[in-house]
């Protein structure tokens, strides 16, 4: 019964928000009463702001709790409020008739904000107070509590661990101290095969795609870290491989790469430390040295999980990984035949045990 509705949510988070409301809603409630209470008779702080702080701390992430949305869903849905209460003079209809018009402008101008029908609700039933106020209940209170509330919100989830407003963590961060960040497989989800899940679906939901498909990055992670997650870099890497110097000649290169029937070669200084890697893409360019050729490195520890290659190997970004040690000396390649391999052979029990007898 009390476990909470929305995923993400902990006891911590909700803490922060009731803190953030008590906190936002007091300042904007003690800086409107100072300034608007000689400008307008309308109640300084007006109803809608609460609605809009639930949305603001508890779920900053939301679509429907950003700026543009706290802003511009208000005062919109406000002026429509005040607009229709001009035009119709019954008030259930004409209250109605707002929020409705308040939906589809605010879905127009993409500000969708659930409190914006409250906002538009209360221009029209908010009694004779606001009545007077005309449309300049629209912006004075509703506009300037909603910027203020928004300032309040920035500055609370400064330090409140959130970032605010939202912007999405779409690529996962690097894990075991690795020079990139691990990339889904080529084959993975992509942002068109998210936005088609979600026309099947048929529902609207309280997330952004962006965050979906980050979400939907990372769980593919976790899969194959519990498929693959016990068979490291070290457990697939070529340990005999050929390196080169980045003062050697472009030819010594080539040959090195015909010999041994690589795709790339790793470049290395006079300690053995990986600077760089050629291979045959770069060396269709006219030069006549190796370190005016070479390319970044893809670098990997050894200790890093060997399914976090999928993305830069399978995906043909980089034809090999250089696997180095914590001085950044060069122990062994991964090279994409190596992994497909292993972790094809790796994943042949898991299939039989899945099959049955």
Known sequence: MFR??????????????????????AVVGVLCSLTLGF??????????????????????????????????????????????????????????????????????????????????????????AVAAS??????????????????????????????????PKVKPEPAHQTVHPPTPPRGGVTPDD??????ELGEALDIS???????????????MKRLHGEVTCADVMSRDVPAVSADAPAG??????????RHALPV?????????AIGHAQLVQDAARVVDLMAPAHIERPQTPAFRLLGPLVGSRTPEAMIVDDGGRLLGTVAQSDLLMVLARNALPARRDGDGP
């Open 4 to 25: 909470p509705i929305l995923p993400g949510a902990n006891l911590r988070d909700r803490l922060i928000a009731c803190c953030g409301a008590l906190l936002g809603l």
């Open 39 to 128: 400008v307008t008779s309308a109640p300084v702080l007006v109803a809608p702001m609460g609605a809009s702080a639930v949305l603001l701390f508890a779920v900053p992430a939301s679509p429907l709790a950003q700026p543009w949305p706290i802003i511009g869903g208000n005062t919109l849905s406000a002026l429509i409020g005040a607009l229709v209460a001009g035009s119709i003079h019954d008030p259930m209809l004409a209250g109605a008739t707002a929020v409705a018009l308040a939906i589809a402008a605010m879905s127009l101008t993409r500000c969708l904000h659930p409190p914006g029908g409250a906002a538009a609700l209360t221009a029209v039933l908010g009694g004779p």
């Open 134 to 167: 005309g449309l300049g209940f629209a912006f004075l209170p509703v506009a300037v509590n909603s910027v203020l509330l928004v300032a309040a919100g920035w500055l609370f989830h400064r330090y409140s661990g959130h970032s605010y407003p939202h912007v």
């Open 194 to 199: 998210v936005d088609e899940a979600i026309q």
């Open 209 to 223: 795609r962006e965050d979906l498909g980050a979400l939907l990055a990372r769980a593919e992670l976790h899969a």
């Open 252 to 261: 010594v290169a080539r040959r090195l790469l015909d010999e041994h029937g």
């Open 268 to 276: 290395v200084d006079a300690r053995n430390v990986v600077i760089g």
